[in-house]
């Protein structure tokens, strides 16, 4: 046992094995970030160990206190339902296990700087663009303490190829929802990203559950006249989602298609301030979850 409580990182699972390779690599990157932490993974459906396994193995180890950290973007079905319900679940049947629940990820400054470095990956940003550097704590380096952490500047500013990026549109595509306030909340972070980028527009675009699908997102971009078109994945992992967010890129003719956001370090220093976040709040006796 460590004095931090062990930080559980559920991810929803796939059958894609890039989506288990990529949940493992930002759990390592969470260790690297915040040595000593121990740091596991748990999840929902398909890959293994199931959460419930997860807790098991950390309350056979000792550990009486877990916080159990989302791996999702927005707070849909799988953050209102499956997470608390499983985790319920499991706190009444280990026995004096406290186990604390992060929020997901949601809109921060911290994806916008993720999303902007996926389409540097691409190569489609001009090249005066800063990629950010993650410090050990998981904090952008430059950003000030103990304040929060706060996006890079190429997220909060346009860069120097501003003229290129008016001219150019880009579709977030998400996975999708049938859940209005999740719906919304990537509408929002188009429209913040739109203003701190610089960007000609940026309009949301869905996999499933609400339209629009991205090659109506790409085709609507032209006919408003914007002469390049640019796809960001709002998805973390590869999956069916994500490559039906890619074929809808390739329909349509796009002009690029950024990676998923993978095991950003962003990513990274979002998931451990979620951490933080959720420690940092008092609650009620061991025993319990809330």
Do not use: Q
């Not at 540097?120 to 950003?143: K, M, N, Q, S």
């Not at 190829?161 to 929002?188: C, F, K, N, Q, Y």
């Not at 913040?192 to 499933?208: D, E, L, Q, T, Y």
């Amino acid at each position: 046992m460590t004095g931090a409580a062990p930080l559980l990182l559920i991810a929803h699972g796939s059958r894609d094995p890039g989506h288990t390779a990529t949940v493992h690599a930002l759990a390592a990157r969470l260790r690297s970030l915040r040595p000593g932490l121990r740091v596991t993974v748990g999840f929902l459906e398909f890959d293994g160990p199931p959460v419930r396994e997860a807790l098991a193995a950390l309350y056979g180890d000792g550990e009486r206190e877990v916080t159990a950290v989302p791996l999702l973007l927005t707070r849909a079905y799988h953050a209102k339902t499956d997470i608390p319900a499983v985790l319920a679940a499991c706190a009444g049947a280990l026995p004096g296990m406290t186990v604390r629940r992060a929020e997901v990820l949601g809109r921060d400054p911290l994806l916008l700087a993720a999303l902007e470095r996926r389409l540097a990956r691409a190569e489609v940003l001009d090249h005066g663009a800063r990629v950010p550097e993650v410090t050990g704590a998981g904090i952008l380096a430059g950003a000030r303490r103990p304040g929060p952490v706060t996006a890079p500047d190429t997220a909060r500013r346009p860069s120097p190829g501003h003229r290129a990026r008016s001219r150019t549109g880009i579709v977030l595509a998400a996975a999708g929802s049938s859940d209005p306030a999740a719906i919304e909340a990537v509408a929002s972070l188009a429209r913040r990203w739109a203003r701190a980028g610089g960007w000609g527009a940026v309009r949301p675009a869905f996999a499933a559950g609400a339209p629009p699908g991205t090659a109506d997102a790409v085709r609507a971009l032209r006919a408003d006249g914007i002469e390049r078109v640019l796809v960001a994945p709002l998805v973390i992992a590869p999956g069916r989602l994500p490559a039906r967010i890619a074929a809808g890129a390739r329909e349509a003719g796009a002009d690029a298609l950024a990676p998923v956001l993978g095991a950003a370090p962003e990513l990274a220093a979002l998931l451990l301030r979620r951490y933080d976040e959720a420690n940092a709040v008092a609650y009620c006796a061991a025993g319990t979850y809330l």
